[in-house]
């Protein structure tokens, strides 16, 4: 699951998910994998996903890519393309 995927201490590497999009089964590293990376950088594309990044401090829910944005042992860099 992504929680599962989101534990920072998760001892996988790797984990399996269901995502509400296709394609549906996609595999990812976990974020405690991921953060130990001695440069993150992140890509992202179009104007919603944009927003939804900006928009961060003000909605209630807690996104996968919020801890990339929120960690403060990390300096993620992110490029975003229309």
Do not use: C, M
Request: no cysteine.
């Amino acid at each position: 699951s992504s929680e599962k995927a989101l534990r920072q201490f998760e001892s996988d590497d790797v984990v399996y998910t269901i995502a509400p999009s296709v394609p549906k089964f996609r595999i990812s590293f976990s974020w405690g994998f991921l953060r130990k990376a001695k440069y993150i950088f992140v890509h992202v594309t179009g104007k919603n996903k944009l927003e939804l990044i900006e928009s961060q401090e003000s909605r209630g829910e807690l996104l996968p890519i919020d801890y990339v944005l929120t960690d403060t042992a990390i300096e993620p860099v992110i490029y975003w393309a229309p």
